[in-house]
């Protein structure tokens, strides 16, 4: 089949031509905009999910769900060797500007306060020319979001923003990727903040996305946090979803998956929203012609493979050093030793790694520590450990 006409779009965060499964969510989110607008009490949000299930996909579609509304937005991806004051920064000030406040000194006043917040950074005796500003040009505030506590500082920013944003009688949302990489302080200020305007009313919303601790981080950060935010699991696609991720855009190309095909790719794919585009870009490359059928599927297989091999499961294992690969290919050998075989997303005890390892579990501890700041493994519960990565044990297992 051509492949100029190719529908899919396997990319990290690229939304897909058909974004199946997520309804319900992008419905949540509107009636989430609407209260927040009309003053009305509403949480902050948090998704959670493993890497390829399209959380930042999810996250993309509902910042444009709110810039639809005429909300100001702006987003920043979380990275742990980077504090939270520049990026959210940056992010806030587009959220302004987008926000499209119709008294120009007002703006400036809320410019000034997120400059001082930026600016504090660089620490208090930092130079003049170490200082650092989003691309703001009035002066930075005095008094206001400069103290050096990040949480006095982040409540202080959020209330003279939802104060900016209750005037024009929308909101601001704040769309955090990424958000488990945050440290400690940060998480605790942003949960300060976000418990701050909940309780004021203010029209500011914080939407976050990251890996399924997340809501472990949170709370171990403010107790409350359980009752702050909103928690949605992102998973892997039910069959329909699954079915219509690939059918729809097919059909806008004039062509067709017969049954048994769909069967083939929703068991080789296990629904999850990257695998499906990955598959699906392969076998319309190698399919003949329309419609596309199981044969097409099992000859593409290889090909889609290889491409997950290299850019999915490959650059993340890269990363890993030979002590942590150990631990990784331990992990998978664990879970597929099981009597009845787990799904990769399911976690596995850390002691049965160690056995197999052949050390004591405290041995292994720097190993895994570096897995779980690289982001590769994540525990949800003590003493079991899970990929962040859906199908790696198989990667791994398939690799010897």
Not at 62 to 73: F, N, P
Not at 181 to 193: E, H, K, N, R
Request: charged residues 25%; contains cysteine; proline residues 6%.
């Amino acid at each position: 089949m051509d492949p100029i006409r190719n529908p899919y779009a396997p990319g990290a965060g690229q939304r897909p031509p058909e974004l199946a499964g997520r309804d319900e969510q992008l419905r949540a989110f509107d009636v989430v905009l609407e209260r927040i607008a009309k003053g009305r009490p509403e949480r902050s949000l948090v998704l959670t999910g493993l890497r390829g299930v399209g959380k930042t996909v999810l996250l993309n579609a509902l910042r444009s769900a709110a810039v639809r509304r005429g909300w100001g937005t702006g987003k920043l991806e979380a990275r742990p060797d980077q504090g939270l004051r520049r990026p959210l920064s940056s992010a806030l000030h587009q959220a302004v500007r987008e926000l499209g406040h119709p008294q120009q000194d007002e703006v400036d006043e809320v410019l000034g306060v997120i400059r001082a917040f930026a600016q504090r950074d660089a620490g208090a005796g930092a130079r003049l020319k170490d200082q650092w500003s989003p691309g703001i040009d009035v002066p930075a505030a005095r008094g206001r979001a400069d103290s050096g506590d990040i949480e006095i500082d982040l409540v202080e920013l959020f209330t003279d923003l939802g104060g900016l944003a209750a005037d024009t009688g929308l909101g601001v949302a704040v769309f955090i990727d990424e958000m488990q990489d945050l440290g400690p302080d940060d998480v605790s200020a942003l949960c300060a903040a976000c418990h701050e305007i909940s309780q004021s009313g203010l029209p500011v919303i914080v939407v976050g996305a990251g890996l399924p601790h997340l809501p472990a981080v949170l709370s171990a950060s403010k107790s409350y946090s359980e009752r702050l935010f909103r928690y949605q699991r992102i998973d892997r696609l039910a069959r329909d979803a699954a079915d219509r991720a690939l059918t729809a855009p097919a059909a806008g190309e004039e062509a067709e998956f017969e049954a048994d095909a769909l069967a083939g790719m929703y068991a080789a794919t296990g629904g999850y929203p990257y695998f499906i585009q990955a598959y699906g870009k392969a076998v319309w490359d190698l399919a003949p012609r329309s419609p596309i059928t199981a044969d097409d599927v099992a000859v593409a297989a290889p090909e889609a493979e290889a491409e997950l091999a290299v850019g999915f499961f490959g650059s993340r294992y890269e990363r890993a050093t030979p002590g942590e690969r150990e631990y990784l290919r331990a992990m998978a050998s664990v879970a597929s030793a099981l009597d009845e075989p787990l799904d990769d997303a399911d976690s596995v005890p850390t002691a049965d790694v160690a056995k197999v390892v052949g050390k004591k579990p405290q041995s292994l501890s720097p190993a895994r520590d570096s897995l779980l700041k690289k982001g590769l493994i994540y525990s949800g519960e003590r003493g079991r450990i899970a990929f962040t990565v859906p199908h790696f044990g198989r990667y791994l297992r398939d690799q010897g």
